[in-house]
């Protein structure tokens, strides 16, 4: 029988993948209107677009950027890296109205970035693969990618450019998906984590890259600040930047797990940290908002603060390393060398001291492998659909339905939100899949691995519980 010709028409798109791309694009339509309801509702509001303007002008005037928050309710402060400050800079030259709105568009293109390369780094070159993938998203994602339009955050932008990165590094472009990589971790310091995993991959170019654009990205402030204030006093406002990052951001969040001044071990933060504390800290406010003052854990009973943060930092060093062996085991395999370098941002996500809703975004990565893998065993398969099933009931579907219960002023899918939050379960639902993708794709290492059955090609390990995904 002779091969098809490359000219034939693709098959015919199925009802489950109909209903996939239909209900993509409600939640599209349903993201739209909710980012025109929160764009005009920053004025009346703090999102964290705020800190960025604020940093933006700061630099462009000689201001300090770094420093307290303003007074008020959840009071935001710029906590990143000065180049973002740069970046961020040429939108303040707009008048306010047109600078936040162009940052609203742009998410948009961010979310699309965002999908398009972490599909392209995992692979998923078939409409089949590309709608399992995109309906794991709309599992996970919503109100990751909800909060980040909603705060104007910059996550998604972080994460595009990350999986850029690695796509590139990927295909044999290392130079390249380096400095990239180095230009993300000038936004946010997190994509550092992922050098160690890169280099016992074998990516040395890429890390060498990496670390050299990072070096050499850290005199970007040095692009406003000499115009402004000559060569030298420029060059050493550019450097002394950096330093007040350190001491004002960096110093305080190492040694005593603060953000902008306050341990922020709220609802919304699904730090190993935070959730440790709302179960077992001793009078840890769950809100900023001082209606809510006296919402306070501990849920289950008291545990000295020490020992909670300590027992976070070790477990998150546990999944970093679990990540490390993962990418060790599975370098010369796709799904696994995406899957351990999203697996390790991760770990390092939940070890910080804020893991907000919004940064959960970066699972896009992550998920992306699961789409098209290999060898899958039928029990994990089982669990994954149990899992999402529960994220869907007890997560993404309540934040989808919150809003039009409240049209008609019932708060009962509000309260199942708030105690899914409070009591962790989206660290609890991060921590499963990051357990599920261990073990799927050591799972699929050991198949490839493992001598094939002249009959059927297939591999001992591959009969009885295991089949092909």
């Given at each position: 029988?002779?091969?098809?010709?490359?000219?034939?028409?693709?098959?015919?798109?199925?009802?489950?993948?109909?209903?996939?791309?239909?209900?993509?694009?409600?939640?599209?339509?349903?993201?739209?209107?909710?980012?025109?309801?929160?764009?005009?509702?920053?004025?009346?509001?703090?999102?964290?677009?705020?800190?960025?303007?604020?940093?933006?002008?700061?630099?462009?005037?000689g201001?300090?950027?770094?420093?307290?928050?303003?007074?008020?309710?959840?009071?935001?402060a710029?906590?990143?890296?000065?180049?973002?400050?740069?970046?961020?800079?040429?939108?303040?030259?707009?008048?306010?109205?047109?600078?936040?709105?162009?940052?609203?568009?742009?998410?948009?293109?961010?979310?699309?970035?965002?999908?398009?390369?972490?599909?392209?780094?995992?692979?998923?070159?078939?409409?089949?693969?590309q709608?399992?993938?995109?309906?794991?998203?709309?599992?996970?994602?919503?109100?990751?990618?909800?909060?980040?339009?909603?705060?104007?955050?910059?996550?998604?932008?972080?994460?595009?450019?990350?999986?850029?990165?690695?796509?590139?590094?990927?295909?044999?472009r290392?130079?390249?998906?380096?400095?990239?990589?180095?230009?993300?971790?000038?936004?946010k310091?997190?994509?550092?984590?992922?050098?160690?995993?890169?280099?016992?991959?074998?990516?040395?170019?890429?890390?060498?890259?990496?670390?050299?654009?990072?070096?050499?990205?850290?005199?970007?402030?040095?692009?406003?600040?000499?115009?402004?204030?000559?060569w030298?006093?420029?060059?050493?406002?550019?450097?002394?930047?950096?330093?007040?990052?350190?001491?004002?951001?960096?110093?305080?969040?190492?040694?005593?797990?603060?953000?902008?001044?306050?341990?922020?071990?709220?609802?919304?933060?699904?730090?190993?940290?935070?959730?440790?504390?709302?179960?077992?800290?001793?009078?840890?406010?769950?809100?900023?908002?001082?209606?809510?003052?006296?919402?306070?854990?501990?849920?289950?009973?008291?545990?000295?603060?020490?020992?909670l943060?300590?027992?976070?930092?070790?477990?998150?060093?546990?999944?970093?390393?679990?990540?490390?062996?993962?990418?060790?085991?599975?370098?010369?395999?796709?799904?696994?060398?995406?899957?351990?370098?999203?697996?390790?941002?991760?770990?390092?996500q939940?070890?910080?001291?804020?893991?907000?809703?919004?940064?959960?975004?970066?699972?896009?990565?992550?998920?992306?492998?699961?789409?098209?893998?290999?060898?899958?065993?039928?029990?994990?398969?089982?669990?994954?659909?149990?899992?999402?099933?529960?994220?869907?009931?007890?997560?993404?579907?309540?934040?989808?339905?919150?809003?039009?219960?409240?049209?008609?002023?019932?708060?009962?899918?509000?309260?199942?939100?708030?105690?899914?939050?409070?009591?962790?379960?989206?660290?609890?639902?991060?921590?499963?899949?990051?357990?599920?993708?261990?073990?799927?794709?050591?799972d699929?290492?050991?198949?490839?691995?493992?001598p094939?059955?002249?009959?059927?090609?297939?591999?001992?390990?591959?009969?009885?519980?295991?089949?092909?995904?």
């Amino acid at each position: 029988m002779s091969p098809p010709s490359p000219t034939a028409a693709a098959p015919p798109t199925t009802s489950p993948e109909k209903l996939i791309i239909g209900t993509a694009a409600v939640c599209l339509g349903l993201l739209l209107i909710a980012s025109l309801v929160w764009f005009f509702g920053w004025d009346n509001s703090n999102p964290d677009v705020t800190a960025y303007w604020r940093a933006g002008v700061n630099l462009r005037q000689g201001n300090p950027v770094y420093g307290p928050a303003p007074p008020g309710v959840s009071p935001k402060a710029f906590i990143y890296p000065p180049a973002f400050a740069v970046l961020f800079a040429p939108l303040t030259t707009l008048p306010t109205l047109w600078g936040y709105a162009t940052w609203m568009v742009l998410h948009g293109v961010f979310l699309a970035w965002l999908v398009w390369a972490a599909a392209r780094l995992a692979g998923l070159g078939t409409r089949t693969a590309q709608c399992r993938y995109l309906a794991l998203l709309l599992l996970w994602l919503p109100a990751a990618v909800g909060g980040d339009f909603q705060e104007g955050q910059v996550n998604l932008l972080v994460a595009a450019m990350v999986a850029t990165a690695l796509l590139l590094i990927d295909e044999r472009r290392p130079w390249s998906g380096g400095l990239m990589l180095a230009l993300a971790t000038h936004i946010k310091l997190l994509p550092l984590v992922l050098l160690l995993p890169l280099l016992i991959q074998g990516r040395r170019q890429a890390v060498a890259a990496a670390v050299a654009g990072t070096i050499a990205l850290g005199l970007l402030p040095a692009v406003l600040t000499i115009p402004l204030e000559g060569w030298s006093a420029g060059l050493w406002r550019a450097v002394s930047l950096h330093v007040d990052f350190w001491q004002s951001v960096v110093a305080p969040a190492l040694s005593d797990a603060e953000v902008a001044g306050a341990q922020q071990f709220y609802v919304l933060n699904n730090s190993l940290t935070a959730v440790l504390h709302r179960l077992f800290g001793t009078a840890v406010a769950f809100s900023p908002l001082p209606a809510l003052a006296s919402w306070r854990g501990p849920l289950l009973f008291g545990i000295a603060s020490s020992l909670l943060r300590a027992t976070a930092l070790s477990a998150g060093l546990m999944l970093y390393v679990s990540a490390l062996v993962l990418a060790h085991r599975t370098a010369h395999r796709r799904g696994g060398r995406v899957a351990a370098l999203g697996l390790a941002y991760i770990a390092a996500q939940l070890t910080a001291p804020t893991y907000w809703e919004h940064h959960l975004v970066f699972l896009a990565i992550v998920l992306a492998p699961w789409a098209d893998i290999e060898i899958v065993d039928t029990r994990i398969r089982s669990a994954l659909a149990a899992l999402c099933a529960t994220v869907l009931a007890c997560w993404s579907g309540p934040y989808l339905l919150d809003p039009f219960a409240r049209l008609f002023e019932s708060n009962t899918i509000a309260v199942i939100l708030s105690a899914s939050r409070t009591w962790g379960f989206p660290t609890a639902a991060v921590l499963t899949l990051f357990a599920l993708s261990l073990v799927a794709h050591f799972d699929a290492e050991r198949e490839r691995l493992a001598p094939k059955d002249p009959a059927s090609g297939r591999s001992a390990l591959a009969q009885g519980t295991r089949t092909e995904a």
